[in-house]
């Protein structure tokens, strides 16, 4: 959130720069102090997620939806997307769609509460794109961030799982 004198307080892009990792998240293969920009539009959700992220070593820029992210992503410089399909001004697949083509090899995973995601071929992110489901804990988080950003052997040990359109 941010609050500015005479405006009110309005969800915005918060940043962390002080990575931490502690217990299991230590041991992640995430690279260290990478850069995450996370969109979700849930509060607490979003809070949650920020912690687990800084726990694992994550620098996080949260927002809660697709304009505040467009200008985050123009302000940062952002290693990963970590973004819910469904948002209250648009669409994570639109998103992730506008990103990559600007930084075609950015990764991209996207988080939901669905088991299926429709307009992935549409949006050129079928098969390039992993989805973790919620809810989630921060060892599959970890997973997820790894295999989305690591070597192909981060792939075999899971974590995520990749997506197809199942509207085709």
């Not at 050129?124 to 970890?142: I, V």
Request: glycine letters at 12%; proline letters at 6%; a negative charge.
């Amino acid at each position: 959130m941010q609050s500015r004198s005479n405006e009110g307080t309005a969800p915005g892009p918060r940043t962390t720069d002080a990575p931490r990792q502690s217990g299991a998240a230590a041991s992640s293969a995430v690279p260290r102090g990478l850069t995450v920009l996370l969109v979700e539009a849930d509060g607490l959700i979003r809070l949650s997620t920020v912690e687990m992220l800084e726990e694992i070593g994550c620098r996080v820029v949260a927002t809660s939806g697709v304009e505040h992210a467009l200008g985050a992503f123009d302000r940062e410089a952002v290693d990963l997307l970590l973004a819910e399909v469904t948002l209250p001004d648009g669409s994570g697949l639109e998103l992730a769609r506008r990103l990559r083509g600007t930084r075609p090899s950015l990764p991209v995973v996207f988080t939901t509460g669905h088991s299926e995601i429709d307009g992935l071929k549409e949006a050129g992110l079928e098969g390039s794109s992993l989805m973790l489901d919620k809810p989630y804990e921060c060892a599959e988080l970890s997973a997820c961030l790894e295999r989305a950003t690591g070597p192909a052997t981060a792939a075999a040990r899971g974590g995520g799982r990749p997506i197809t359109d199942h509207a085709s």
